[in-house]
């Protein structure tokens, strides 16, 4: 599998040495007088980061000395491919334990620019495959990362409810997936009563797109990814600083999309059901209120606290939907709480799950893909504070705390499945960071594609 950033000419590539400060003396000690000299003149050491090239004699690289501090793991080498100056290199030396595989996928994230509108000042620098690499793994989670990038970062004037029913519909034909999609008045029709509250207020209709793969006798998963394409906060208006990044609150959607993608190109032995209620959370004389009680798809009564918990209502119907499969298993991302921004950051997604063993799966697999993720607790004694007089459940907790468990508690009560986990991810980088531009992110990616790939490649 080619991709645009790899080259085949490993014969003609700069070598790239990635090095540990701790190992940095003995390993410049075997080289020659004139490089150590260019190296006590830059004063490189192997810290963290820095980059030292290396000229010849004709004024071309020669070779790229690379610190990696002592810390650092393998999703480092995306630096490189966000800095180096476009031409062939090769890694000809890094730490034993950067796997190829991860090396590759770090340059492939690092390589990565959001074209859509503004020209990329210089291409991608390209990597010769490192050996022993899985270069059809590398890829597929490469351009899945890509397009949940590139679907997160376009704006919602070119990336509204109908573009992003295309791009699953896109999705799907091109991987060999069942596609159908519920729009407007037909999700009342067919009983999807909160995604189409939600929705109705928009310009463009809500719906919900549905993905099929995989033998009906396979083990049966589903995948479920909040799609609201912008979100004014509804009635419950959002100030115009908390509305600036909303083009992200599909950002659920795009993972979901990802990891279909992943899935359906790697064949995995499951039947797959993917489902991503997509709508506008907008401001108009039919927009759904505070106050307003709906019945969801499971019979169970809502009460609107605040419709700027709209995320949460969505895939209450969706996840409702999912598990009428019976799957074995169901994952949910959402962008849903900026509770969850401050407990723990931009950079680190909380996870929950009603598991323990796909608990720990997820936290190996997080350590392995260098993916950070944290498990955060379904804390049974707040489930009480979404109690109110005159429905079954309201959509918020009491209070401004534990915002991110409230929602988790809420997405519970619409799942009947043997095990479920809940994302609740930011899908933005704020500013850049190795193999990570700033703008759309994938979060947990790759450690749920290695979950997956551990329970269903047997």
């Known amino acids: 599998m080619q991709l645009p950033f790899a080259t085949d ?3 003609t590539a700069v070598p790239i040495h990635a090095i540990r400060a701790s190992e940095w003396p003995q390993w410049i000690e075997r080289h020659s007088e004139s490089l150590r000299r260019l190296a006590a003149a830059h004063d490189f050491q192997a810290q963290n980061g820095r980059v030292l090239l290396a000229p010849a004699t004709d004024g071309s690289i020669e070779r ?6 002592d810390k650092a793991n393998a999703m480092v080498m995306g630096a490189l491919a966000q800095h180096l100056p476009a031409g062939d290199y090769r890694i ?3 730490p034993r334990e950067f796997s190829s595989t991860n090396v590759v996928i770090a340059w492939g994230l690092g390589a990565y620019a959001f074209d859509r509108y503004k020209k990329r000042k210089r291409p991608a620098p390209r990597l010769a495959p490192p050996d022993g690499a899985d270069m ?3 890829a597929r989670i490469i351009e899945a990362t890509w397009l949940a990038r590139d679907l997160v970062n376009t704006p919602t004037n070119d990336m509204g409810p109908e573009a992003l029913h295309a791009a699953a519909q896109r999705v799907a034909e091109e991987c060999g997936g069942e596609f159908e999609a519920i729009v407007g008045d037909e999700l009342l029709a067919q009983n999807y009563p909160l995604i189409h509250a939600v929705g109705r207020a928009a310009a463009q209709a809500p719906r919900l797109l549905h993905i099929g793969y995989g033998a009906p ?3 049966r998963i589903a995948i479920v990814g909040k799609g609201v394409t912008f979100d004014t906060g509804g009635l419950d208006i959002k100030p115009s600083a908390g509305m600036r990044l909303m083009k992200k609150d599909m950002g659920g959607g795009a993972h979901a999309l990802a990891l279909t993608r992943i899935i359906m190109q790697a064949k995995l032995n499951v039947r797959l059901d993917t489902f991503i209620p997509v709508v506008e959370n907008a401001v108009s004389g039919d927009a759904f209120r505070p106050g307003d009680v709906i019945v969801a798809r499971k019979g169970v009564s809502v009460e609107i606290d605040n419709t700027d918990a709209e995320g949460r209502l969505v895939l209450a119907d969706a996840l409702t939907r999912a598990c009428e499969d019976k ?3 169901v994952i949910d991302f959402a962008t849903l709480t900026g509770a969850a921004r401050t407990a723990l950051g ?8 009603n598991d323990e063993t796909l608990a720990a799966e997820f936290a190996q697999a997080s350590i392995e893909t260098h993916d950070p993720i944290w498990r955060m607790p379904l804390w049974d004694p707040y489930d009480g504070d979404m109690d109110t007089p005159i429905a079954d459940l309201k959509n918020t907790g009491d209070g401004a705390m534990a915002g991110s468990i409230y929602a988790a508690l809420f997405l ?7 095990a479920w986990a809940h994302f609740d991810i930011f899908a933005w980088a704020p500013k850049e960071k190795p193999a990570r531009p700033q703008g759309g992110e994938a979060q947990a990616l790759r450690a749920t594609w290695r979950v997956l790939k551990g329970r269903f490649s047997g």
């Open 9 to 11: 000419k490993p014969i």
């Open 64 to 69: 790229v000395l690379f610190g990696v501090g």
């Open 92 to 94: 000809a030396f890094a």
């Open 136 to 138: 059809a793994d590398a």
């Open 217 to 219: 006798t396979a083990p």
């Open 327 to 329: 799957p074995l298993l």
């Open 346 to 353: 931009p950079d680190l997604p909380p996870f929950y799950t």
């Open 412 to 418: 519970r009560r619409f799942v009947n499945a043997p």
